[in-house]
């Protein structure tokens, strides 16, 4: 009845905005396939986690920012086989990216910067180091 229009109005607005989302998403997988041709590392790495998109204008041609992260795979670099399809390596190198990326799929330029995030590991000041209650106790 009356809502079929605005339904399919609606069912527009969600379709192009998923579309635009997937599209995003390739751009960044597209960045990281590119990382791992250039990189000189042993293994592959592959996408961890990804920031949402940007909340602007669609314009395919515009740089759009990113910011991801990327974990070392158990692949070697020379596989032909996708990142995508590699497991992460346990204990593997995990890698902040930031930068920007393009929507246009005839455009794979990117300017991405990537630093290894170091593994926090809490430190006791000495005499409270494990096993603390035998320095306690005396």
Known sequence: GRWYPWLLLLGLVVS??????????EAVLRAV??????????NLYRLLELE??????????TRKPVSF????TVCPRTTQQPA????????GRVKQCVGTVTLDPSNDQF??????LQSVRIRFPWPWRWPWWRRVRG
């Open 16 to 25: 192009s905005t998923s579309a635009q989302d997937l599209s995003y998403r």
């Open 33 to 42: 396939d590119q990382l791992n041709e250039r990189s000189s590392e042993a």
């Open 52 to 61: 949402p998109p940007p909340k602007d204008d669609e314009d395919l041609g």
């Open 69 to 72: 992260t990327v974990k070392e």
């Open 84 to 91: 995508e399809q590699c497991d992460f390596k346990e204990e």
């Open 111 to 116: 300017d991405l910067n990537c630093n290894a």
